[in-house]
């Protein structure tokens, strides 16, 4: 269990995830939390991370690094999200090991699950079935990270353990108009309608997918209770139990943004998987339920967007 002056190191300080985690560290009272940015440690270059390990020897390690992307990114950079993330986990998960870290969690994704996975989707399913073809690479190279610490555990008694999120919004999210996921997007485009005075908004799909969100300042709540309470080789999913239609959220962060203009759907663009819930009943029983309901979280989230400079990126 971490001690208040342990040695953590949060990889990916500055991401929507990182970011959370390093503030509820601080909220909780640990004062030992080392970060780098990217210009001062790469984590894709090995002898660098190597380095780093060696000269810091983190305690605790939280792996929220990683490059992440919504449909268009994940469709038209397969390569280099495979690349990247496989990269830079097996880097850091292994300078960890090599360093006598006493705990790493690793933070994946639950687009790791089957397309077609029994609903709510619970831990086991992993690797059951094929992968959603859309983010595939992403999944694949986070399968490995989660895969890598279980056999880390098995071969060597590490105790490192993986967290898998399902779609996550808050602070420091992403609002590029390209590259973020659906909810910071949604909010991006019918604030600029809003402003605008666009008469109507076009959304991709149809409406019907099913999805689950989680507030990340909950996730984060929920990394540090399994840091200090949950050992073992089967993976822990982060999510609220609750889901949504796409039709739905785009209607709740409308009204949130106060967009009155018409919502129609280009059926032509692709849905993505149909429904994804996960079960979230290891989490439960292990004591932790989240705090943060969607439509108060969406207020939460266009507040952050108002005053985010990443939105005005194009």
């Known amino acids: ?33 080392i970060t780098r940015t990217h210009a001062e440690l790469d984590l894709c270059r090995q002898a660098d991370v190597e380095r780093f390990f060696a000269d810091e020897r983190p305690e605790y390690v939280f792996l929220a690094a990683a490059k992440v992307g919504g449909i268009i990114a994940n469709r038209n950079a397969l390569a280099d999200f495979m690349y990247e993330n496989m990269i830079l986990e097996m880097n850091v998960i292994n300078a960890a090991w090599r360093n006598g870290c006493r705990k790493l969690e690793f933070l994946g994704s639950s687009c790791i699950y089957p397309r077609m996975a029994p609903q709510p989707m619970k831990e086991d399913c992993l690797l059951t079935s094929a992968l959603e073809p859309t983010n595939e690479a992403y999944a694949l190279a986070k399968i490995s990270g989660l895969k890598y610490c279980e056999y880390l555990n098995r071969q060597y008694g590490t105790d490192f353990i993986s967290v898998m999120p399902t779609n996550l919004y808050g602070p420091n999210d992403n609002y590029h108009p390209e590259h973020s996921h659906v909810l ?5 485009r ?15 799909g149809d409406g019907s997918p099913l999805r689950e969100f989680l ?15 949950y050992s073992g080789n089967e993976t822990v999913n982060a999510g609220t139990g609750k889901e949504v239609t796409i039709k739905q959220l785009t209607e709740m962060v409308a009204n949130t943004v106060g967009y009155e203009g018409e919502i129609l759907w280009d059926t032509t663009r692709p849905n993505g998987t149909p ?38 990126e194009r």
């Open 184 to 188: 910071p997007a949604l909010i991006r």
């Open 215 to 229: 507030y990340v300042d909950d996730l984060a709540n929920l990394c540090v209770f399994l840091m200090n309470n």
């Open 1 to 33: 269990m971490m001690r208040p002056d342990s040695k953590i190191y949060v990889a990916g300080h500055r991401g929507m995830v990182g970011s959370a985690i390093v503030r509820e560290l601080q909220r909780q009272g640990y004062t030992n939390i």
């Open 190 to 204: 019918f604030h600029e309608a809003k402003v605008s005075g666009a008469q109507s908004v076009t959304c991709w």
């Open 275 to 312: 429904r994804k819930l996960l079960d979230v009943s290891k989490s439960h029983a292990l004591g932790w339920h989240h705090t943060v309901e969607l439509s108060d979280g969406i207020a939460l989230a266009y507040a952050d967007f108002l005053s985010n400079p990443m939105r005005a």
